[in-house]
C-alpha cells in the first residue's frame, strides 16, 4: 500500500516553462493539499481540495494551478515557472477526523 | 486568524538530555495541535496530535506534549534524547470547528544532538 506518492521526486528546470507536479494517493481521503516548503517560512498552503472537482486558494496560490478530476489525484501545475517557485512542494491528504494530515516524500524543483 | 509560534529555530542538545521544543498558537476556538517530524529528505510524519480530553499526549519515539490553554502553548518534550532524534520539528494547529482545513504551521525547529 503505496498511500500517498509524488512524482517526480526531483526536478529541473528553467525560467518560462510549464512543469506539473503530480500526487496520487491510494486512500480515499477526501481532502487533498499542495504545501510549499522554504527555509524560514515554514510549510505554506498553494491549494486544496475538499473533494474531486472542489478546490480552493490557500496562502500563496499565484502562479500555480490545480485540478481534481479524480479522488486520487491532485496535479499542481507551475504555468510559467520563476526562479521564485524554486522549492520543495509536499502533497498532503486530510480527513474530517481532527484534521489530521499525511504527507507524501515531497518534490524538489529547482527553476534555473 | 489562526498562527504558530515555534521558539527557536535551532535547538542542541546532548544524547541523553532532555528535549524542550516550544510552540505558542494563537486560535480564537478551541484547536486541534499536532506536532510533525521531518527527516532530511523526507515527508512530515505525525509525532502527536491533541484534540479534545487528556491534556498530556503520548507520541511516537518517546514524545510528549502538554496543551496548556491559558497559555496557549503546545510544547514537545522528551527525557532522553537519541542521536537519531536529530530532525526538523514543525507545530501545527487547526480549527477544531472546520473540518478538511488545512493546517497552520510554525517555522520550524532543527534539533541536533551530540554525543
Known amino acids: 500500500d503505496a498511500g500517498i506518492t509524488q512524482s517526480p521526486r526531483y526536478k529541473i528546470t528553467e525560467t518560462g516553462r510549464q512543469v506539473t507536479l503530480m500526487c496520487h494517493q491510494t486512500?480515499?481521503?477526501?481532502?487533498m493539499f499542495w504545501y510549499r516548503q522554504d527555509l524560514g517560512h515554514g510549510l505554506r498552503l498553494i491549494y486544496y481540495?475538499?473533494?474531486?472537482?472542489?478546490?480552493d486558494k490557500g496562502e500563496v496560490p499565484d502562479g500555480y494551478v490545480v485540478s481534481r478530476s479524480k479522488t486520487e489525484n491532485f496535479p499542481l501545475t507551475l504555468e510559467s515557472a520563476t526562479r521564485s517557485q524554486t522549492s520543495v512542494y509536499f502533497c498532503a491528504t486530510g480527513t474530517s477526523d481532527y484534521n489530521e494530515q499525511f504527507f507524501g516524500p515531497g518534490t524538489r524543483l529547482t527553476v534555473l | 486568524a489562526q498562527s504558530v509560534t515555534q521558539l527557536g529555530s535551532h535547538v542542541s542538545v546532548s544524547e541523553g538530555a532532555l528535549v524542550l521544543l516550544r510552540c505558542n498558537y494563537s486560535?480564537?476556538?478551541?484547536?486541534?495541535l499536532f506536532w510533525y517530524v521531518q527527516y532530511p529528505n523526507q515527508g512530515l510524519q505525525l509525532l502527536l496530535k491533541y484534540t479534545t480530553g487528556a491534556t498530556l499526549v503520548k507520541g511516537i519515539n518517546g514524545f510528549e506534549a502538554e496543551f496548556k490553554k491559558s497559555e496557549t502553548s503546545f510544547h514537545l518534550t522528551k527525557p532522553s534524547a537519541h542521536m537519531s532524534d536529530a530532525a526538523e520539528y514543525f507545530c501545527a494547529v487547526s480549527d477544531l470547528n472546520q473540518a478538511g482545513t488545512a493546517l497552520i504551521f510554525g517555522k520550524g525547529t532543527t534539533l541536533s544532538v551530540s554525543s
Open positions: 486512500w480515499s481521503h477526501s481532502y
Open positions: 486560535s480564537s476556538v478551541p484547536p486541534y
Open positions: 481540495s475538499a473533494a474531486a472537482d472542489i478546490t
